[in-house]
């Protein structure tokens, strides 16, 4: 799996992300560049100076700027690291569950405002959702080199999974009690729907509740990384 841009790469070395190659663009003289080339010869990582143009054909989006990383496949990990990692904080279990989300932009959006609000993990389900690939990294400046990402085959037994553990589970949708009036403190995990088809039936019926963001406009819809950072800043407002 390829990652591009400065940020992402950096965020990848400090996270000790395994990294196989490193493609840097020759002739880069800046001081963030050069410090980003020292921080990877001082892990022991293979550089290899290319042209631009070299850099161009590797890359997928074109936005590389100057910074190519080959890396090994994104490592998931269990739902009990999530809970156990929150333990070893002493604090309170907060995750995000994505319940179908299949646009990368929006999974690496949500990565990063998950890893900004220090949320414990996400969880993703293994089929009809977009996994953690080169797009995700990117659009998550680096974010997903720093948070714990669970894939399940059933995002409806995760539910029963957390529930057995004392989290309270939420879903963002419609018809739900207002956010603002929500009680979300403690254990929670919130659930974010699919672009366009949202939280589906049976995975709202198995939550604790609904919570519902106030619209005032004609458009009684927000995108799903959107309505993910309002949600979870406003249970880091109440607890933290």
Known sequence: MKIE?????????????TIDR????????????????DE???????????????????SANKKHQGFIAEVTDFKYCEIDDILSY?????????????????DPHNLGSILRVAECAGVHGVVIPRHRAVSVNET??????????HMRVAKVTNIN????????????????DLGGESLYK????????LVIGGEGAGVKKL??????????????????????SVAAGIVIYEYIRKNR
């Not at 995700?136 to 080199?145: P, R």
């Open 157 to 172: 037994d995760a539910i029963d999974a957390l529930k057995k553990n004392g989290v309270w589970v939420y879903a963002a």
């Open 40 to 58: 990877a010869k001082s892990r022991g990582i293979k550089i290899f100076f290319r042209d631009k143009e070299a850099l161009d054909r590797e």
């Open 5 to 17: 841009g400065r940020n992402a790469v950096a965020e990848a070395i400090a996270a000790k992300t």
């Open 86 to 102: 929150a333990k070893q904080k002493n604090e309170a279990p907060l995750l995000v569950l994505l319940d179908g989300v299949e």
């Open 136 to 145: 995700v990294i990117k659009v998550s400046a680096g974010a997903a080199a």
């Open 22 to 37: 490193l493609v840097v663009q020759k002739g880069l003289k800046d001081a963030a560049a050069n410090k980003l080339i």
């Open 182 to 189: 929500t009680d979300l403190s403690g254990a929670v995990a």
């Open 203 to 224: 995975t709202r019926a198995k939550c604790d509740g609904a919570v519902s963001i106030p619209m005032f406009g004609k458009v009684n819809s927000l995108n799903a």
